[in-house]
Protein backbone atom coordinates (compact mmCIF):
# COMPACT_ATOMS: atom_id res chain seq x y z
CA UNK A 1 0.00 0.00 0.00
CA UNK A 2 2.89 2.38 0.91
CA UNK A 3 4.10 2.55 -2.28
CA UNK A 4 0.68 3.76 -3.75
CA UNK A 5 0.23 6.35 -1.72
CA UNK A 6 1.58 9.32 -4.02
CA UNK A 7 -0.82 8.32 -6.21
CA UNK A 8 -4.06 7.67 -4.27
CA UNK A 9 -6.74 10.79 -4.30
CA UNK A 10 -9.82 9.41 -2.86
CA UNK A 11 -10.64 10.56 0.57
CA UNK A 12 -9.89 7.49 2.57
CA UNK A 13 -6.86 7.15 0.80
CA UNK A 14 -5.82 10.88 1.79
CA UNK A 15 -6.75 10.24 5.71
CA UNK A 16 -4.77 7.12 5.41
CA UNK A 17 -1.86 8.52 4.21
CA UNK A 18 -2.34 11.37 6.67
CA UNK A 19 -2.59 8.82 9.66
CA UNK A 20 0.76 7.18 8.49
CA UNK A 21 2.47 10.54 8.61
CA UNK A 22 1.59 11.50 11.59
CA UNK A 23 2.50 7.76 13.40
CA UNK A 24 5.57 8.36 11.57
CA UNK A 25 6.35 11.86 13.53
CA UNK A 26 4.76 10.64 16.54
CA UNK A 27 4.97 7.35 17.70
CA UNK A 28 4.66 5.86 20.01
CA UNK A 29 1.00 7.99 19.67
CA UNK A 30 -2.39 6.75 21.11
CA UNK A 31 -5.59 7.11 18.80
CA UNK A 32 -6.42 9.61 21.42
CA UNK A 33 -3.69 12.00 20.35
CA UNK A 34 -4.06 11.23 16.43
CA UNK A 35 -7.98 12.60 16.36
CA UNK A 36 -6.53 16.02 18.01
CA UNK A 37 -4.52 16.53 15.03
CA UNK A 38 -6.67 14.89 12.63
CA UNK A 39 -9.97 16.17 13.98
CA UNK A 40 -11.18 12.69 13.04
CA UNK A 41 -13.91 10.82 15.10
CA UNK A 42 -12.54 8.74 17.22
CA UNK A 43 -14.64 5.32 15.43
CA UNK A 44 -13.50 6.72 12.22
CA UNK A 45 -9.40 7.40 13.36
CA UNK A 46 -9.63 3.45 14.98
CA UNK A 47 -10.78 2.21 11.64
CA UNK A 48 -8.34 3.56 9.44
CA UNK A 49 -5.46 2.39 12.30
CA UNK A 50 -6.79 -1.04 11.91
CA UNK A 51 -6.38 -0.95 7.82
CA UNK A 52 -3.16 0.50 7.87
CA UNK A 53 -2.42 -2.02 11.17
CA UNK A 54 -3.79 -4.87 8.49
CA UNK A 55 -1.76 -4.14 5.85
CA UNK A 56 1.39 -4.22 8.32
CA UNK A 57 2.59 -0.22 7.97
CA UNK A 58 1.90 0.43 12.06
CA UNK A 59 2.03 -2.04 14.80
CA UNK A 60 0.75 -1.48 18.59
CA UNK A 61 4.53 -0.32 20.03
CA UNK A 62 2.91 -1.51 23.57
CA UNK A 63 4.26 1.32 25.56
CA UNK A 64 1.14 3.47 25.90
CA UNK A 65 1.06 5.06 29.34
CA UNK A 66 -1.55 3.88 31.64
CA UNK A 67 -3.84 6.46 33.68
CA UNK A 68 -5.24 4.02 35.97
CA UNK A 69 -7.17 0.94 33.44
CA UNK A 70 -5.71 -0.67 30.61
CA UNK A 71 -2.59 0.66 28.69
CA UNK A 72 -3.99 2.21 25.54
CA UNK A 73 -2.64 1.00 21.81
CA UNK A 74 0.57 3.50 21.27
CA UNK A 75 0.86 2.89 17.41
CA UNK A 76 4.74 3.64 15.72
CA UNK A 77 5.23 2.83 11.92
CA UNK A 78 7.07 -1.18 11.17
CA UNK A 79 10.26 -0.45 9.94
CA UNK A 80 11.10 -3.31 7.75
CA UNK A 81 7.48 -3.20 5.94
CA UNK A 82 9.61 -1.22 2.98
CA UNK A 83 12.85 -0.42 2.46
CA UNK A 84 15.34 2.36 0.50
CA UNK A 85 18.41 3.27 -0.64
CA UNK A 86 20.10 6.17 -0.46
CA UNK A 87 23.70 7.54 -2.08
CA UNK A 88 25.45 10.34 -1.37
CA UNK A 89 27.71 10.97 -4.48
CA UNK A 90 30.92 13.03 -4.69
CA UNK A 91 34.09 13.59 -5.72
CA UNK A 92 35.33 11.87 -2.85
CA UNK A 93 33.28 8.46 -2.07
CA UNK A 94 30.37 7.23 -3.62
CA UNK A 95 28.03 6.06 -0.32
CA UNK A 96 25.30 3.41 -0.91
CA UNK A 97 22.97 2.76 1.94
CA UNK A 98 20.24 0.43 2.71
CA UNK A 99 17.93 1.54 4.89
CA UNK A 100 14.31 0.78 6.93
CA UNK A 101 11.46 3.66 7.04
CA UNK A 102 13.27 4.77 10.32
CA UNK A 103 16.50 5.32 8.29
CA UNK A 104 18.31 3.43 10.22
CA UNK A 105 21.57 1.77 8.45
CA UNK A 106 20.98 -1.91 7.64
CA UNK A 107 23.97 -2.06 5.43
CA UNK A 108 27.08 0.12 3.45
CA UNK A 109 28.89 0.08 0.46
CA UNK A 110 31.74 3.01 -0.29
CA UNK A 111 33.43 3.57 -3.67
CA UNK A 112 36.47 5.69 -3.59
CA UNK A 113 36.18 7.91 -6.58
CA UNK A 114 39.63 7.50 -8.36
CA UNK A 115 40.38 7.99 -12.24
CA UNK A 116 38.01 4.57 -13.20
CA UNK A 117 34.95 6.36 -11.91
CA UNK A 118 33.50 7.59 -14.90
CA UNK A 119 29.36 8.07 -14.41
CA UNK A 120 28.63 5.13 -16.29
CA UNK A 121 31.38 3.08 -13.87
CA UNK A 122 29.75 4.92 -10.88
CA UNK A 123 26.12 4.31 -11.97
CA UNK A 124 26.76 0.83 -12.67
CA UNK A 125 28.70 0.14 -8.88
CA UNK A 126 25.19 1.93 -7.49
CA UNK A 127 22.76 -0.62 -9.77
CA UNK A 128 25.05 -3.45 -8.70
CA UNK A 129 25.36 -2.70 -5.11
CA UNK A 130 21.15 -2.49 -4.90
CA UNK A 131 20.73 -5.84 -6.04
CA UNK A 132 23.72 -7.05 -3.68
CA UNK A 133 22.40 -5.45 -0.64
CA UNK A 134 18.73 -6.71 -1.02
CA UNK A 135 20.63 -10.34 -1.74
CA UNK A 136 22.24 -10.43 1.46
CA UNK A 137 19.64 -9.06 3.29
CA UNK A 138 16.72 -11.38 1.83
CA UNK A 139 14.76 -8.15 0.77
CA UNK A 140 12.24 -8.78 -2.36
CA UNK A 141 12.61 -6.22 -4.94
CA UNK A 142 9.26 -5.08 -4.22
CA UNK A 143 9.87 -4.05 -1.06
CA UNK A 144 12.31 -1.51 -2.37
CA UNK A 145 10.35 2.01 -2.39
CA UNK A 146 12.83 3.35 -3.88
CA UNK A 147 16.82 4.96 -4.54
CA UNK A 148 17.59 8.62 -3.23
CA UNK A 149 20.72 10.32 -4.70
CA UNK A 150 22.30 13.20 -3.29
CA UNK A 151 24.84 14.93 -5.09
CA UNK A 152 27.06 17.72 -3.76
CA UNK A 153 27.69 19.37 -6.54
CA UNK A 154 25.31 21.81 -8.78
CA UNK A 155 23.01 19.47 -11.25
CA UNK A 156 20.35 20.41 -13.56
CA UNK A 157 17.47 19.01 -11.99
CA UNK A 158 15.28 19.00 -15.90
CA UNK A 159 18.01 16.67 -17.46
CA UNK A 160 19.12 14.78 -14.11
CA UNK A 161 22.54 15.51 -14.39
CA UNK A 162 25.50 17.00 -12.58
CA UNK A 163 25.84 20.48 -14.07
CA UNK A 164 29.97 21.20 -13.49
CA UNK A 165 31.58 18.19 -12.32
CA UNK A 166 34.96 19.99 -12.37
CA UNK A 167 36.13 17.99 -9.14
CA UNK A 168 35.07 14.73 -9.96
CA UNK A 169 38.61 12.43 -11.00
CA UNK A 170 37.07 10.93 -14.30
CA UNK A 171 34.63 12.26 -16.99
CA UNK A 172 31.60 10.95 -18.30
CA UNK A 173 29.40 12.91 -16.12
CA UNK A 174 26.93 14.10 -19.08
CA UNK A 175 24.47 11.48 -18.40
CA UNK A 176 21.06 11.87 -17.02
CA UNK A 177 21.63 9.90 -13.64
CA UNK A 178 17.95 9.29 -12.85
CA UNK A 179 16.90 7.58 -16.39
CA UNK A 180 20.15 6.18 -16.32
CA UNK A 181 19.57 3.82 -12.87
CA UNK A 182 15.67 3.67 -13.76
CA UNK A 183 16.57 1.79 -16.74
CA UNK A 184 19.37 -0.42 -14.71
CA UNK A 185 17.48 -1.17 -11.70
CA UNK A 186 13.45 -1.10 -12.61
CA UNK A 187 13.55 1.11 -9.51
CA UNK A 188 11.32 4.58 -8.89
CA UNK A 189 15.11 7.34 -8.88
CA UNK A 190 14.82 10.51 -7.32
CA UNK A 191 17.89 13.86 -7.12
CA UNK A 192 17.98 16.48 -5.23
CA UNK A 193 20.97 18.39 -3.82
CA UNK A 194 22.62 16.86 -0.95
CA UNK A 195 22.94 19.36 1.65
CA UNK A 196 19.35 19.84 1.53
CA UNK A 197 19.27 16.31 2.42
CA UNK A 198 20.94 16.33 4.68
CA UNK A 199 18.55 19.31 6.70
CA UNK A 200 16.26 17.09 5.78
CA UNK A 201 17.69 13.06 7.38
CA UNK A 202 18.64 15.57 10.92
CA UNK A 203 15.10 16.79 11.05
CA UNK A 204 13.10 14.19 10.43
CA UNK A 205 15.60 11.42 12.68
CA UNK A 206 16.23 14.03 15.69
CA UNK A 207 14.42 17.41 15.74
CA UNK A 208 10.78 17.45 14.19
CA UNK A 209 9.26 16.66 17.20
CA UNK A 210 11.71 19.86 18.71
CA UNK A 211 11.51 22.67 16.49
CA UNK A 212 9.99 23.50 12.69
CA UNK A 213 12.80 26.21 12.29
CA UNK A 214 16.69 24.03 11.58
CA UNK A 215 19.64 24.48 9.40
CA UNK A 216 22.23 22.20 8.21
CA UNK A 217 25.42 23.45 7.40
CA UNK A 218 28.56 22.05 6.20
CA UNK A 219 32.24 22.70 5.10
CA UNK A 220 33.50 20.13 2.05
CA UNK A 221 35.15 21.14 -1.51
CA UNK A 222 32.47 23.03 -1.69
CA UNK A 223 30.45 25.69 1.79
CA UNK A 224 27.04 24.94 1.66
CA UNK A 225 23.64 25.14 3.65
CA UNK A 226 20.09 23.42 3.72
CA UNK A 227 16.97 24.69 5.64
CA UNK A 228 14.19 23.79 7.48
CA UNK A 229 11.81 26.16 7.64
CA UNK A 230 8.09 26.25 9.35
CA UNK A 231 8.89 22.15 8.93
CA UNK A 232 9.31 22.23 5.26
CA UNK A 233 12.91 21.37 3.33
CA UNK A 234 13.29 25.20 1.73
CA UNK A 235 14.71 23.95 -1.88
CA UNK A 236 15.19 26.05 -5.28
CA UNK A 237 15.63 25.06 -8.55
CA UNK A 238 18.15 28.09 -9.14
CA UNK A 239 21.05 26.00 -7.43
CA UNK A 240 20.93 28.65 -4.20
CA UNK A 241 22.34 25.41 -2.17
CA UNK A 242 26.23 26.61 -2.09
CA UNK A 243 25.70 30.99 -2.04
CA UNK A 244 26.87 30.55 1.98
CA UNK A 245 29.95 29.36 0.69
CA UNK A 246 30.42 32.87 -0.92
CA UNK A 247 29.11 35.09 1.73
CA UNK A 248 31.91 38.49 2.01
CA UNK A 249 33.77 38.10 5.02
CA UNK A 250 36.98 40.19 4.10
CA UNK A 251 36.43 42.95 0.79
CA UNK A 252 39.69 42.68 0.67
CA UNK A 253 40.16 39.41 1.13
CA UNK A 254 41.13 36.26 -0.83
CA UNK A 255 40.31 36.00 -4.69
CA UNK A 256 37.50 33.37 -4.29
CA UNK A 257 36.90 31.00 -7.47
CA UNK A 258 33.51 32.99 -8.71
CA UNK A 259 35.95 35.97 -8.79
CA UNK A 260 34.90 38.47 -6.00
CA UNK A 261 37.31 38.59 -2.95
CA UNK A 262 36.79 37.31 0.31
CA UNK A 263 34.31 34.47 0.11
CA UNK A 264 33.68 32.09 2.81
CA UNK A 265 34.53 29.33 0.18
CA UNK A 266 37.71 30.92 -0.13
CA UNK A 267 38.86 30.49 3.65
CA UNK A 268 37.03 27.21 4.87
CA UNK A 269 36.75 24.93 2.20
CA UNK A 270 39.02 22.00 1.93
CA UNK A 271 40.62 23.31 -1.66
CA UNK A 272 40.84 26.64 0.78
CA UNK A 273 42.90 24.23 3.33
CA UNK A 274 44.66 22.60 0.75
CA UNK A 275 45.76 25.79 -1.10
CA UNK A 276 47.12 27.47 2.67
CA UNK A 277 49.04 24.44 3.23
CA UNK A 278 51.03 24.22 0.44
CA UNK A 279 51.64 27.83 0.49
CA UNK A 280 53.41 27.50 3.94
CA UNK A 281 54.79 24.58 3.03
CA UNK A 282 56.48 26.00 0.31
CA UNK A 283 57.56 28.73 3.04
CA UNK A 284 59.70 26.43 5.40
CA UNK A 285 56.97 24.91 7.44
CA UNK A 286 57.29 21.84 9.07
CA UNK A 287 54.52 19.01 8.17
CA UNK A 288 54.00 15.26 7.96
CA UNK A 289 52.66 16.29 4.59
CA UNK A 290 56.08 16.82 3.05
CA UNK A 291 56.95 13.28 3.56
CA UNK A 292 54.00 12.00 1.75
CA UNK A 293 54.54 13.28 -1.69
CA UNK A 294 57.30 14.03 -4.01
CA UNK A 295 55.97 17.02 -5.24
CA UNK A 296 54.15 19.13 -2.47
CA UNK A 297 51.46 20.43 -5.60
CA UNK A 298 50.34 16.37 -5.49
CA UNK A 299 49.10 17.09 -1.30
CA UNK A 300 45.46 15.66 -2.04
CA UNK A 301 42.48 15.97 0.54
CA UNK A 302 43.22 12.75 1.59
CA UNK A 303 46.71 13.48 2.57
CA UNK A 304 45.15 16.88 4.44
CA UNK A 305 42.70 14.28 6.11
CA UNK A 306 44.88 11.76 7.78
CA UNK A 307 47.83 14.68 8.43
CA UNK A 308 44.89 15.96 10.58
CA UNK A 309 44.50 12.45 12.43
CA UNK A 310 47.98 12.18 13.45
CA UNK A 311 47.53 15.35 15.11
CA UNK A 312 50.06 17.30 12.69
CA UNK A 313 50.48 20.58 13.84
CA UNK A 314 50.51 22.58 10.33
CA UNK A 315 47.35 21.05 9.22
CA UNK A 316 45.94 21.34 12.58
CA UNK A 317 47.02 25.31 12.59
CA UNK A 318 45.42 25.98 8.76
CA UNK A 319 42.06 24.19 10.30
CA UNK A 320 41.65 26.53 13.10
CA UNK A 321 41.90 28.88 10.86
CA UNK A 322 39.44 27.67 8.31
CA UNK A 323 37.02 27.20 11.34
CA UNK A 324 37.54 30.53 12.62
CA UNK A 325 36.62 32.43 9.29
CA UNK A 326 33.60 29.56 9.26
CA UNK A 327 32.11 30.57 12.43
CA UNK A 328 31.86 34.00 11.21
CA UNK A 329 30.03 33.24 8.12
CA UNK A 330 27.88 31.07 10.40
CA UNK A 331 26.69 34.24 13.11
CA UNK A 332 25.75 36.00 10.19
CA UNK A 333 23.73 32.95 8.35
CA UNK A 334 22.31 32.74 12.09
CA UNK A 335 20.96 36.50 12.38
CA UNK A 336 19.72 36.01 8.62
CA UNK A 337 17.72 33.13 9.24
CA UNK A 338 17.09 33.06 12.75
CA UNK A 339 17.07 29.06 13.18
CA UNK A 340 16.41 27.33 16.39
CA UNK A 341 18.89 24.61 15.58
CA UNK A 342 22.31 24.61 13.51
CA UNK A 343 23.14 21.36 12.74
CA UNK A 344 27.13 21.16 11.96
CA UNK A 345 28.06 18.50 9.39
CA UNK A 346 30.53 17.42 6.45
CA UNK A 347 33.95 16.14 6.22
CA UNK A 348 35.51 18.37 9.02
CA UNK A 349 33.29 17.44 11.92
CA UNK A 350 34.84 14.31 12.69
CA UNK A 351 38.59 16.20 12.95
CA UNK A 352 39.90 17.27 15.86
CA UNK A 353 39.18 21.72 16.31
CA UNK A 354 37.27 22.46 13.28
CA UNK A 355 33.77 21.94 14.59
CA UNK A 356 34.84 23.37 18.34
CA UNK A 357 36.68 26.85 17.04
CA UNK A 358 33.56 27.31 14.59
CA UNK A 359 30.95 27.04 16.87
CA UNK A 360 32.57 28.83 19.73
CA UNK A 361 33.40 32.11 16.82
CA UNK A 362 29.89 31.83 16.11
CA UNK A 363 28.37 31.78 19.60
CA UNK A 364 30.49 34.34 20.87
CA UNK A 365 29.39 36.49 17.75
CA UNK A 366 25.60 36.15 17.91
CA UNK A 367 25.46 36.10 22.06
CA UNK A 368 25.49 39.98 22.14
CA UNK A 369 21.84 39.94 20.57
CA UNK A 370 19.64 39.35 23.34
CA UNK A 371 17.30 37.13 21.17
CA UNK A 372 19.52 35.32 19.23
CA UNK A 373 19.46 31.94 21.34
CA UNK A 374 20.45 28.95 19.03
CA UNK A 375 22.09 25.50 19.67
CA UNK A 376 25.14 24.10 17.31
CA UNK A 377 24.90 21.00 16.91
CA UNK A 378 27.35 18.40 15.30
CA UNK A 379 25.65 15.67 13.26
CA UNK A 380 25.00 12.55 14.34
CA UNK A 381 25.99 10.58 11.10
CA UNK A 382 28.55 13.29 9.25
CA UNK A 383 29.93 10.42 6.36
CA UNK A 384 26.00 9.29 6.09
CA UNK A 385 23.65 11.33 6.52
CA UNK A 386 23.44 12.64 3.14
CA UNK A 387 22.75 9.74 1.99
CA UNK A 388 19.97 8.69 4.88
CA UNK A 389 18.50 12.14 3.64
CA UNK A 390 18.34 10.56 0.57
CA UNK A 391 16.14 7.68 1.39
CA UNK A 392 14.41 10.22 3.67
CA UNK A 393 13.37 12.20 0.26
CA UNK A 394 11.72 8.64 -0.87
CA UNK A 395 9.77 8.18 2.11
CA UNK A 396 8.53 11.22 1.88
CA UNK A 397 7.32 11.36 -1.64
CA UNK A 398 5.17 8.41 -0.64
CA UNK A 399 3.83 9.91 2.64
CA UNK A 400 4.04 13.21 3.05
CA UNK A 401 2.11 16.09 1.54
CA UNK A 402 4.90 18.05 -0.72
CA UNK A 403 3.92 21.39 -1.76
CA UNK A 404 4.50 21.96 -5.88
Excluded at 81 to 107: A, C, F, Q, R, W
Excluded at 188 to 211: C, D, H, I, Q, S
Excluded at 369 to 382: F, G, L, R
Aim: charged residues 20%; proline residues 4%.
Amino acid sequence: MLNKFEDLSSPKAKNLKLLYSLVRKLGPVTINTLTEHTGFKHVTCGRLLEELVEEGLIYDSGIGKSSGGRKPLAYVIKPDSYYLVGVELTSLYTTILLLDLKLNIISVEKLKMTSECTGEFTLNYIAACVDNLLDQNHIPKENLLGIGIGVLDSFNPDMGAISHPQHFPADGWDLNIVDYLKNKTDIPVFLENGTNLAALAEYRMNYWKETDNLVFVSSDIGIRCGTISQGRLVSSKRETEDTFGHIIIDIHGRRCSCGSYGCLQAYSSLPAIREELIRLIKRGKPSMLSCEVNDVEDIDLFHILHALEQNDELCLAVVEDAAYYFGIGLSNLIFLLRPEIVVFGGTLVPKPRFFDVAAKTAQDRVSFHPNSNVEIIKSTAAYNIVAQGAGCMVLDYFTEEIPV
